[in-house]
């Protein structure tokens, strides 16, 4: 979903005067689109289901976090040596 820039670039005011179409610019090509006030980004709008997937991704993300530390930490075991452990503490 990579941003164009002579697209995906208007101002609040543009927003205004044609909110059906950048909306369906946003439906249609699935990026979103940056609103600006005075030249500067001010807000970001975009397709739900996007968006969806965005929350999803970062949910997944904050739960690897944990992981990821643990794994710098060290504090990991590699994966034959840990069935092998439960295994024999199972007794399976």
């Known amino acids: 979903m990579p941003l164009s820039v002579t697209e995906d670039i208007r101002s609040i005011t543009d927003l205004k005067r044609h909110t059906n179409d950048i909306l369906g610019q946003i439906h249609k090509t699935r990026r979103p689109v940056v609103l600006t006030i005075n030249g500067k980004a001010e807000a970001v709008l975009m397709d739900a289901s996007?968006?969806?997937?965005?929350?999803?991704?970062?949910?997944?993300?904050q739960l690897l976090q944990p992981a990821e530390e643990d794994f710098k930490a060290?504090?990991?075991?590699?994966?034959?040596?840990?069935f092998k452990a439960f295994r024999r503490a199972k007794k399976i």
Not at 50 to 61: N, P
Not at 74 to 82: D, I, K, L, P, V
């Open 74 to 82: 060290g504090r990991y075991q590699e994966a034959r040596s840990f």
């Open 50 to 61: 996007e968006f969806d997937k965005l929350s999803a991704a970062v949910h997944m993300m």
